[in-house]
């Protein structure tokens, strides 16, 4: 999960060898690296070019990820383009649904309501 260029020299030759000896994952790590890079530099515009990479790839399991971005595309180049997010208030809402599975079967909608005006 850390940039290639953060690591210290031991890790990077133990990461280098374990590439050398799957390709496969050295694909993977490829795509992985090249799509946080486009995330992190807001290169929505590159979308596109990934998923039609990804989807030539070895990897089943990008290539579903692709397919996933394909059919949202609108909405995930808005994502990787645009300053706008929905960040700050996905930790409140992530917290509501804990409370809520907390509670199911157990009480009605006051009780869900107090606690979350209680642990805000």
């Not at 210290?8 to 994952?25: F, S, T």
């Not at 050295?26 to 979308?47: E, K």
């Not at 199911?104 to 805000?120: E, I, K, P, T």
């Amino acid at each position: 999960m850390t940039r290639p260029d953060r690591l210290d020299p031991d890790d990077q030759a133990r990461l280098e060898h374990i590439l050398d000896r799957c390709p496969g994952l050295a694909d993977t790590t490829r795509h992985v690296r090249s799509f946080a890079t486009m995330m992190t530099n807001r290169n929505g515009h590159l979308i596109d070019d990934w998923i039609t990479a990804a989807e030539a790839g070895a990897s089943p399991h990008l290539d579903a990820f692709a397919t996933g971005l394909r059919r949202d595309h609108d909405a995930v180049q808005a994502g990787l383009t645009l300053p706008h997010s929905s960040g700050a208030v996905e930790g409140t809402v992530n917290k509501i649904k804990s409370l809520k599975r907390q509670m199911f079967g157990r009480a009605n909608f006051d009780l869900l309501r107090a606690r979350v005006l209680l642990y805000s």
